[in-house]
């Protein structure tokens, strides 16, 4: 037997162990980065569900403080008589006050009948917008008494109101003695404005 048949013989075996623990180092290797592979998925999994998780939680805390928002302002409005029955004593009652505070030298008024806003679509809250015209009619010394009058009822109003058209006439000169005498009179047309449910309005 020749001398390197007789080394290859002797080597055999460690060879073979040597190429079965090559083999295994890298099925190892493989192996290893499957799992972090698998791993990786995983931790982007969760990651995901966790940002969608934050995403839909922050969705749901907008919407609620939106709804909150909005039934506090419904709250407002149905408070301040603009949602609901008209409150025309209120309206009264506020005219006579103004006239009163004003110290108007007389007032008179005439609501007519609750109609619907032209072309009203709704509010999309299942309300519809109504309207009431009034007439007024005022006796002034000067312009300024007008406007006073007018920021104090919107001021003080429960609905909206909406001026629709002022007109001024200057009256015959009062005798000089007479500082208190008209000077204007104020013939002007107001809406107040309300919503209802739009089935009672029909």
Same mark, same amino acid.
């Given at each position: 037997?020749?001398?390197? +048949?007789?080394?290859?013989?002797? #080597?055999?075996?460690?060879?073979?162990? &040597?190429? #079965?623990?090559? &083999? *295994?180092?890298v099925l190892a290797g493989l192996l290893s980065q499957?799992? $972090?592979?698998?791993?990786?998925? +995983?931790? @982007?999994?969760?990651?995901?569900?966790? *940002?969608?998780?934050? @995403? *839909?939680?922050? +969705?749901?805390?907008?919407?609620e403080e939106d709804i909150r928002a909005k039934i506090a302002a419904y709250q407002a409005l149905a408070a301040h008589? $603009? $949602?609901?029955?008209?409150?025309? #004593? @209120?309206w009264v009652e506020l005219m006579r006050k103004v006239q009163t505070e004003r110290r108007l030298l007389g007032l008179e008024f005439e609501i007519q009948p609750r109609q619907p806003w032209p072309g009203n679509a709704g509010s999309g809250s299942g309300h519809a917008f109504m309207y009431s015209p009034m007439r007024v009619q005022i006796p002034l010394l000067h312009e300024e008494d007008l406007l006073r009058f007018l920021a104090d009822v919107h001021a003080g109003a429960a609905a909206f109101t909406r001026l629709r058209s002022c007109r001024l006439l200057r009256l015959a000169a009062a005798p000089v003695e007479d500082r208190l005498a008209p000077q204007l009179n104020a013939e002007c047309q107001l809406d107040w404005i309300t919503l209802m449910p739009e089935q009672a309005a029909k």
């Open positions: 037997m020749s001398p390197v +048949r007789t080394e290859l013989q002797l #080597l055999r075996w460690p060879l073979l162990r &040597l190429a #079965l623990s090559l &083999l *295994a180092v499957h799992f $972090i592979k698998q791993a990786e998925m +995983r931790a @982007d999994a969760a990651a995901l569900a966790a *940002a969608q998780s934050r @995403d *839909a939680a922050q +969705r749901m805390q907008n919407e008589g $603009i $949602i609901g029955p008209e409150r025309r #004593l @209120d």
